[in-house]
């Protein structure tokens, strides 16, 4: 176990990298502490893979360092890098048994044969597959391959991180749960530090303490995933993350007030910055309607089950806003009202506003 | 309830018709012909089983199967390790893979008759640059007219040039197919580059594989052409295959009733050991 410091990591595909826009990750100065549960969340192809990749060992970054403690393992080999990682597909060996399987990374290692079975054991009864031992491994379900393959990584208890690159992909819907609660449990039993790479949302507030979320080669904004949802650092964050997403508004900062559509919004502090065009920044469960809100008409509505998502249109400017209760009809002239202390503002994508305790 | 539609049946009669007459039809013409005996005129007496108890106590029919049997066992052992080596080491990314490709797929495209012909020219001494180069001037003995070792070398070697392609491109498919999370696993894990071959490459060959040794060895086990036009089954009798045999007797000596059993038996015998293989190879998917 360790705890990983990546320092001013930079990595291009390409072999002389030009601009900025030639690297799959820009600048990434990151520490996560040892035993900790992190998910790196981003779109398909923000760098999170090549990141992960970097870490395990898999690919060498075109700059900057990876430390595990103290030490650094930036021109290290996987296999000594002490790690483990779960693959998007179940990665099994076909021929051989679960025993064998789970057996095969302490054999490679020259581990004596009664502390593999110890181990195995161990580890199969913490994954419930101990009934599943002497059964071929091709022979099981997705769900079942996919816990094998974390069990090989979980076997070695030498292992400074453990890495799941999207790991419920080909897992169906009602099993995801299951494993993802599973996961979560091997992480509070064996405290090895997990990092886990997806772009579903859920998997990773339900699973990391701390989120770091990704956008095009950058980290926007490492939290919880409380604070990724209360305040974004930036409007990309605010989008990924939440369903709907935030609303962005475009507005215009004038003589100190934000304005949308002409009208003035209460913010929940001060803008920084001069005057010019920002977005505002406001997530549908802080949007409501009633009297004296900012004239819009109600356009489509979408019952989503316990609440609806009412869609409506300040002149020309989409609003979505999540109302549980009455809902206004379609077509029917509303007031939107913004919760002052959950309405920000953004400029360039970033969060120019400051919070008032 | 479920209604059975007999219309289907009409779908498949086309096919049925077409494997009658390029297989049933004279397959049993062969079946005829091989409980018979006929002096021509169209003059036919039953003669039961005699000519298969002949065929199968004959040592001509021996010394070919043994021949023959030796002939398919040595290019499986040299053509299956070493297409898997040659997919191995072949690109799995970049410019190379299409040039590799097509360097691999030649020897396959010539016409069989054509291969024997060019390793005829190639390897007689005085005239063939092998044959020249070997006798000339390194010095040592080879004449695969005169010599059975030579001949058998040279039979061989042959059919390697012409089918490891076969091996090597069935055995690539299967490499290709592989997901990178394996080797990467792998890595992580710890395996050598044997456990890689052993655990990864060789079950997920698996598949084509058994098809490669399949067809090498159906095709291996029928051949003609190529030795034919090659040696003639000389010198003497010892690169006599089944299948040159067999033309001997049917149309050298016109023994139709004789030659019409060994084809029987010939097909009995390819039928039996590819069903025996395929049966084997595949019972652990089954389970």
Known sequence: ?357 | MKTENQKAWFFVLPVLFLVAFNALVPMMTVVNYSVQETFGDNLFFWQGLDWFEQILRSDRFHAALGRQFLFTFMILIIEVPLGIIIALSMPRKGPWVPVCLVLMALPMLIPWNVVGAMWNIFTLPKIGLLGYLMNDTLGITYDMTQDPLAAWITIIVMDVWHWTSLVVLLSYAGLVSIPDAYYQAAKIDGASPWGVFRYIQLPKMKTVLTIAILLRFMDSFNIYTEPFVLTGGGPGNSTTLLSIDLVKIALGQFDLGPAAAMSLIYFAITLLVSWVFYTLMTKDDAK
Not at chain 1, 31 to 38: F, H, I, L, M, V
Not at chain 1, 256 to 274: D, I, K, Q, R
């Open chain 1, 1 to 357: 176990m360790a705890r990983i410091t990546l320092s001013n990591l930079r990595h291009s595909y390409y072999r002389n990298p030009k601009g900025p826009d030639d690297f799959a990750l820009k600048e990434i100065d990151v520490t996560w502490e040892d035993g900790g549960a992190y998910a790196l969340l981003g779109p398909s192809g923000c760098g999170k893979s090549t990141l992960l990749n970097i870490i395990s060992g898999l690919l060498t970054p075109s700059e900057g360092r990876v430390l595990f403690d103290d030490k650094d393992v930036t021109n290290l080999p996987p296999d000594q890098r002490n790690i483990a990682q779960v693959f998007q597909f179940p990665v099994i060996y076909d021929t051989m048994t679960v025993y064998d399987n789970l057996a095969f990374p302490l054999k490679n290692r020259g581990v004596g044969a009664s502390q593999i079975d110890s181990r195995v054991q161990a580890i199969a009864e913490m994954l419930d597959v101990t009934d599943m031992l002497s059964t071929r491994a091709a022979h099981l379900s997705p769900d079942n391959k996919q816990k094998i393959s974390m069990g090989r990584g979980l076997v070695r208890d030498d292992v400074n991180v453990v890495m799941f690159d999207e790991p419920l992909t080909v897992i169906d819907p009602h099993l995801k749960w299951k494993l993802r609660s599973k996961l979560k449990e091997l992480h509070q039993r064996v405290r090895a530090t997990m990092i886990y790479v997806t772009h579903d949302q859920t998997e990773a507030l339900t699973f990391a303490d701390q989120v770091v979320v990704m956008q095009e080669g950058e980290v926007v904004q490492i939290g919880t995933p409380i604070e990724l949802f209360d305040r974004p650092a930036h409007t990309f964050v605010g989008h990924f993350i939440g369903s709907p997403g935030m609303n962005i508004l475009a507005g215009e900062l004038k003589d100190g007030g934000a304005f949308l559509n002409g009208h003035n919004v209460a913010l929940e502090g001060p803008v920084s910055g001069t005057d010019g065009a920002i977005e505002i920044g406001v997530r549908p469960e802080f949007v409501e309607f009633g009297p004296g809100g900012l004239p819009a008409r109600v356009t489509n509505i979408a019952d989503v089950g316990r609440h609806n998502v009412v869609e409506a249109r300040i002149g020309d400017i989409p609003i979505k806003a999540k109302i549980e209760g009455d809902i206004p009809e379609v077509g029917s002239e509303v007031g939107v009202i913004l919760k002052q202390d959950q309405t920000r503002a953004y400029r360039g994508g970033w969060l120019a506003t400051e919070a008032q305790s």
